[in-house]
């Protein structure tokens, strides 16, 4: 399965603040040199050994993750922030054409639903769009956000071929695939959901904050949360702000680093990005968590961070 990150910021969109461009560019030029641009390939060298934090962004657009399968003309996406307009953007060009969207939601909170009014292949009459969540009444939960005075165009105008899903258990939607989902505590609930295709597994757990619940070797939890290879995971908050914001609902990087060594988990994304944090703090606190789990032992752990455009294939 190949994941595709299109937004990665929690509670609001984040874009680039010129301040913030400016003194990029100026750190750039700190650190040139005059051999630095003497050829093509000399200039690319420099380009290509800059930190991401200057030569790129985290981006600014909030939580959507999509996940594809073999077949090509189905794609499964978590979350409709604002990430999913560039979603929709980019997937109406691609050939072959994908026919049908499966769109899961975590919970409804404004970041998490914003982008849809704005999703493009919803409003193309030949395409399927397939909402899921365990909460019922979807349908106006989704489209109470375009009525007016907040939209110009309410959710009757999407033109796809629409259809609204409550999750009751497990259950599978993509052949060979089968797609699970735990509820995890975040003010007014929000659901993981976890996929694996026989031979990789996945989780995106977005706006969930951990507590000892969540490392009780339980039937349920070791079922969800062993072992699994990938996990997309809120990590909003220094330890310091997780003890501030207790029962806001987000959790700290060392808390996720505890966590998904205690469940064996390959490969950690820290997701849900505060929007007050720059290209360059997040990936300071990258490098933390990474000292944190070494300090702890926990060899097994890989950690790396969310970003606008990351693809993973496993
Ligand atoms: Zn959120
Ligand atoms: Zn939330």
């Known amino acids: 399965m190949r994941i595709q990150f299109w937004g990665v910021r929690g509670s609001l969109p984040t874009p680039q603040l010129p301040s913030q461009i400016q003194s990029k560019i100026a750190a750039i030029l700190d ?20 930190p991401m934090w200057l030569y790129g962004t985290v981006g600014g657009n909030t939580a959507c993750v999509s996940v594809a399968f073999d077949d090509p003309s189905e794609i499964v996406v978590f979350d409709a922030g604002s990430g999913i307009r560039d979603l929709g953007i980019a997937l109406s060009k691609q050939e072959p054409r994908i026919e049908r969207y499966r769109i899961f939601f975590s919970h ?24 899921y969540s365990p909460k019922p009444y979807l349908e106006k939960i989704l489209g109470d956000q375009m009525l007016p005075p907040y939209f110009p165009v309410p959710i009757s105008a999407m033109r796809a071929k629409k259809s609204f899903h409550c999750l009751s258990n497990a259950f599978t939607t993509v052949p060979g695939v089968n797609i699970s989902y735990k509820k995890m505590w975040h003010p007014q609930d929000a659901y993981a959901y976890r996929v694996d295709d026989g031979k990789h597994s996945f989780i995106y757990a977005t ?18 949360f062993k072992n699994v290879d990938l996990i997309v995971i809120d990590s909003q908050y220094t330890q310091e702000q997780a003890l501030e914001k207790r029962e806001w ?14 469940w064996g988990i390959k490969c950690v994304t820290l997701f849900h990005h505060d929007p007050t944090y720059d290209d360059q703090t997040l990936f300071a606190y990258l490098q933390e968590t990474r000292s944190y789990a070494e300090s702890m032992h926990f060899k097994d752990t890989r950690f790396i961070l969310a970003t606008e455009g990351l693809e993973i294939t496993l």
Not at 32 to 47: M, Y
Not at 207 to 219: A, C, P, R, T
């Open 207 to 224: 706006d969930v904050e951990l507590s000892d619940v969540d490392f009780v070797h339980s039937k349920e939890n070791e079922s969800f």
């Open 249 to 262: 609902g987000h959790s700290s990087f060392q808390m996720v680093a505890d966590f998904t060594a205690h």
């Open 31 to 50: 650190r040139l040199s005059q051999q630095d641009i003497e050829t093509p390939a000399a200039r690319q060298r420099f380009l290509n050994a800059l």
């Open 108 to 131: 409804f909170h404004w970041d998490h639903i914003m982008g849809l009014p704005f999703f493009i292949p919803a409003f193309n009459p030949s395409i399927q769009v397939e909402f």
